[in-house]
C-alpha cells in the first residue's frame, strides 16, 4: 500500500523559511515522479512543484518560483520542499503526491501558517 | 491563464445518477481526471485521461470530456459518495490546472 507522510508543517513567519518533508513506503519511490501540491479554502487546490525520478527535471508554479525549491534522496525515500521568504498567502495544507500531470497518491497533508 | 469551471454545488437523491461538469476553453483537447476529497481527508484519483478508472475506483464513476466540457458520472449514488469533487488538466502551456471543486450532497 502506497504510503505518503508528510511532516515540518507549522507556524512560519513573513520573510522566514520552513522545510517540508514527505516519507514515501509502499512502492518503489526511485522510479516515481512526485509533487507538492497545496490547498487552501479561499484558492482551493493548487500544484506548486514537480520532480522526475532522478531529480533533474524541475518544474515550479510561477506563484513559488525563485522561493521554493523541490528536492529528492531516493537512498531514504523521502522528498523534500525548500520554502524560503514566506509569504502570508502562503499558508496552506501542503501535499505530497506522485504522479505526472496527474496525481495517484497524496499523503495526508501537513498544515503551513505564514504569519507573525 | 487557463480556468476550469465547476458549478459549487449539485444535491442528488441516493440510487439516483449524478452528472458534474467542467468546463473551459477547449477542454476536450486536453486530458482531464477527477478527484473526490471527504471532509478532513486527502483528494482520491477517480479517473484520469478523461476516462480511465485507476484500480480500486468502482465503475459506478465514469468520465467524459468534449468541446469545451467534461462530466463525471456517478451512478447509483451513495451516502458514502458525499463531498467536493475537483477536475484537473494540463499542458505544456497552462501547466497543471484545478477546478474550484463541485460540492456534492447525497439527500
Known amino acids: 500500500e502506497v504510503q505518503l507522510v508528510e511532516s515540518g508543517g507549522g507556524l512560519g513567519q513573513p520573510g522566514g523559511s520552513l522545510r517540508l518533508s514527505c516519507a514515501a513506503s509502499?512502492?518503489?519511490?526511485?522510479?516515481?515522479?512526485m509533487n507538492w501540491v497545496r490547498q487552501t479554502p479561499e484558492k482551493g487546490l493548487e500544484w506548486v512543484a514537480y520532480?522526475?525520478?532522478?531529480?533533474?527535471?524541475?518544474y515550479y508554479a510561477d506563484s513559488v518560483k525563485g522561493r521554493f525549491t523541490i528536492s529528492r534522496d531516493n537512498a531514504k525515500n523521502s522528498l523534500y520542499l525548500q520554502m524560503n521568504s514566506l509569504r502570508a498567502e502562503d499558508t496552506a495544507i501542503y501535499y505530497c503526491?506522485?504522479?505526472?500531470?496527474?496525481?495517484?497518491?497524496w499523503g495526508q497533508g501537513t498544515l503551513v501558517t505564514v504569519s507573525s | 491563464s487557463y480556468e476550469l469551471t465547476q458549478p459549487p454545488s449539485v444535491s442528488v437523491s441516493p440510487g439516483q445518477t449524478a452528472s458534474l461538469t467542467c468546463s473551459g476553453d477547449?477542454?476536450?483537447?486536453?486530458?482531464v481526471c477527477w478527484y473526490h476529497q471527504r471532509p478532513g481527508q486527502s483528494p482520491v484519483l477517480l479517473i484520469y485521461?478523461?476516462?480511465k478508472r485507476p484500480s480500486g475506483i468502482p465503475t459506478r464513476f465514469s468520465g467524459s470530456n468534449s468541446g469545451d466540457t467534461a462530466t463525471l458520472t456517478i451512478s447509483e449514488t451513495q451516502a458514502l459518495d458525499e463531498g467536493v469533487y475537483y477536475c484537473?488538466?494540463?499542458?505544456?502551456?497552462?501547466?497543471?490546472?484545478f477546478g474550484g471543486g463541485t460540492k456534492v450532497t447525497v439527500l
Open positions: 503526491a506522485t504522479g505526472t500531470n496527474y496525481f495517484d497518491s
Open positions: 509502499g512502492f518503489i519511490f526511485s522510479t516515481s515522479e
Open positions: 520532480i522526475n525520478r532522478g531529480g533533474d527535471n524541475i
Open positions: 485521461q478523461d476516462q
Open positions: 477547449k477542454l476536450g483537447d486536453k486530458f
Open positions: 484537473q488538466t494540463w499542458d505544456s502551456a497552462t501547466d497543471v490546472v
